[in-house]
């Protein structure tokens, strides 16, 4: 069974800084994809960016980027010049080779972006 | 955020009572799923469909009935529920097989109320 962590129940930011949020795994499979999904308040979940294990090179996507720490089997977000809207429940996941459809969720972490 | 639909967003209903939720996919995807999301908890899988067929099916108590007529669309029928089921449920879909576990899409959501 994959288990993912989040440690962080709530963050906050000020608007225009970075922030880091924090993701750690635990999976038998040598194959496995790892997602961020952005949950707004009241508003659909939204895939933010994704890893597969097997690429060395760290995702980035605009100003959201991972540090994929593959040994440590972390996978931490950063948003950098954090906006507002960014405010959400942000939800670290990991689908494993072994399954197309187990997508393991962690609790999330509420980051709140204050102007 | 209208690739994948569900209705009703809001559903207040009697232990007694049989309801239903609808899921519709727009994105041309063969596999959808059913997951429950409760505060402080990781969102947990409850049903697959892949090819209208169902893949996956987590231990879910006979209360909830899920049925996918074709590969656009998902019900998840309700019958005698528990006040302890009342919890966003969520639907996504995902393109199934692809090269490895493809990145699922999620709907809006329906909040469920049972009193």
């Known amino acids: 069974a994959q288990t993912v962590t989040q440690s962080q129940p709530e963050m906050s930011v000020q608007e225009a800084e970075t922030v880091t949020l924090s993701c750690t795994y635990d999976?038998?499979?040598?194959?496995?994809?790892l997602f961020w999904y952005k949950q707004p308040p009241s508003r659909q979940m939204i895939l933010v960016i994704r890893?597969?294990?097997?690429?060395?090179q760290n995702a980035t996507e605009n100003r959201f980027s991972v540090n994929f720490q593959k040994a440590a089997k972390s996978f931490s977000l950063k948003i950098s010049d954090s906006q507002l809207g960014d405010t959400a429940m942000y939800f670290c996941a990991c689908l494993s080779g072994g399954s197309n459809y187990k997508l393991t969720f962690g609790k999330g972490t509420l980051l709140t972006v204050n102007p | 955020e209208t690739g994948v639909t569900q209705t009703p967003r809001h559903l207040v209903m009697g232990m007694t009572n049989k309801k239903s939720l609808k899921c519709e996919q727009h994105l041309g995807h063969n596999a959808m799923y059913w997951y429950k999301q409760s505060a402080k908890k990781p969102l947990e899988l409850m049903f697959v469909y892949s090819l209208e067929e169902r893949v996956e099916n987590n231990s879910v108590p006979s209360r909830f009935s899920p049925e996918c007529p074709n590969s656009s669309h998902l019900f998840l029928h309700l019958h005698t529920l528990q006040p302890e089921d009342s919890a966003l449920y969520l639907c996504?879909?995902?393109?199934?097989?692809?090269?490895?576990?493809?990145?699922?899409?999620f709907g809006p959501g329906t909040r469920l109320t049972v009193l």
């Open positions: 999976t038998s499979e040598n194959n496995y994809y």
């Open positions: 996504a879909s995902s393109q199934d097989p692809g090269p490895g576990p493809d990145t699922q899409y």
């Open positions: 890893q597969e294990a097997y690429k060395q």
